[in-house]
T-cell receptor, first 115, second 116 residues
């Protein structure tokens, strides 16, 4: 069965500092991995995904994520945080090369960027 | 491209009533998904359509829940005899298959259901 763990309920960082939001996953076979962001009372907004290829994936708004197969991790990073990055971040996984399309999400990590 | 739209955005109903939500996917997206999100949790998959065919259903989708996509465009999710435990945000997503940006699900703003 697939699962995603986001070990931190909240991450606090000062504006201008680098940020990392952690994600580890469990899936049979190779994974598709995704990061989404959710602002209050809004749906999920796609940030980036990993399917194959380069382990470092670049996405929207300066975010990037690094796929580490040996550690089964897909941590989200940004070199310099903005106050406007404050939101709820979700990691999601689904297995590659199966007929199943559903995404399995983590419980989310709230990012708070202070001025 | 106006994105995925969902209506209504908010619905308050009394326990035992039936409710229906609508989702309009991104035009030409042939896959459509429904998820449910409760407070403090990530979205949970309910069901998925490719064109008009419903191809996956979660065990979360009890007999009181039914989803349709009759012409392969918009979809409806109906909940019969609502219970307080049905209170949640219902999210719709769509993706393309076979062309363009496959595999990425784009989400709508959600319908927040409150059952009193």
């Amino acid at each position: 069965a697939q699962s995603v763990a986001q070990p931190e309920d909240q991450v606090n960082v000062a504006e201008g500092n680098p940020l990392t939001v952690k994600c580890t996953y469990s899936v049979s076979g190779n994974p598709y991995l995704f990061w989404y962001v959710q602002y209050p009372n809004r749906g999920l907004q796609f940030l980036l995904k990993y399917i194959t290829g380069d382990n470092l994936v670049k996405g929207s708004y300066g975010f990037e994520a690094e796929f580490n197969k040996s550690q089964t991790s897909f941590h989200l990073k940004k070199p310099s945080a903005l106050v406007s990055d404050s939101a709820l971040y979700f990691c999601a996984v689904r297995p590659l090369n199966t007929g199943f399309q559903k995404l399995v999400f983590g419980t989310g990590t709230r990012l708070l960027v202070s001025p | 491209d106006t994105g995925v739209s969902q209506n209504p955005r908010h619905k308050i109903t009394k326990r035992g009533q039936n409710v229906t939500f609508r989702c309009d996917p991104i035009s030409e997206h042939n896959r459509l998904y429904w998820y449910r999100q409760t407070l403090g949790q990530g979205p949970e998959f309910l069901t998925y359509f490719q064109n008009e065919a419903q191809l996956e259903k979660s065990r979360l989708l009890s007999d009181r829940f039914s989803a349709e996509r009759p012409k392969g465009s918009f979809s409806t999710l109906e909940i019969q005899r609502t219970e307080q435990g049905d209170s949640a945000m219902y999210l719709c997503a769509s993706s393309s298959y076979g062309t363009g940006d496959t595999d990425t699900q784009y989400f709508g703003p959600g319908t927040r259901l409150t059952v009193l």
